[in-house]
């Protein structure tokens, strides 16, 4: 199973040096991670938060940077943000799970998705 993912942020991130990062790596979230955020006073005033920490916390390279901290992702441009966000939701997601079958027909082997939540409904 992949757990971490490379990226390349759109715009990139400028650091105090004006040094630009842009590759990094993700990797998935854990249940701490979605939940130890919840008790940060920040999160608590503005919820909007939530997401900068998480992503700190998921975001474990970011080009040449020793660390990723909630000050580095408060300093991204909004489309690198908005980027993050989006990665995040895709590889956190669960899909859809997935069996290898044989063909009664024709003898190949196949990959079929079943979506359990539409067959019992």
Sequence with gaps: MQTEFDFVLPRGYVDPNGD?????????ATAADEILPLR???VKQNP???????L???????????SINTRVIEG???ADLVFLQDLYQRIN???????????????????VS???????S
């Excluded at 079943?114 to 019992?120: E, G, N, S």
């Design 76 to 78: 991204l441009y909004t």
């Design 20 to 28: 630009l990062h842009r590759n990094g790596i993700m990797r998935l």
């Design 114 to 120: 079943t979506d359990f939540l539409t067959a019992l």
């Design 56 to 66: 700190s916390r998921v975001v474990i390279r970011l080009g040449s940077l020793a």
């Design 93 to 111: 997601s669960l899909e859809d799970p997935v069996y290898k079958v044989t063909c009664t027909h024709c003898g190949e082997e196949i990959e």
């Design 40 to 42: 940060d006073p920040k």
């Design 48 to 54: 909007g938060y939530l997401s900068i920490i998480l």
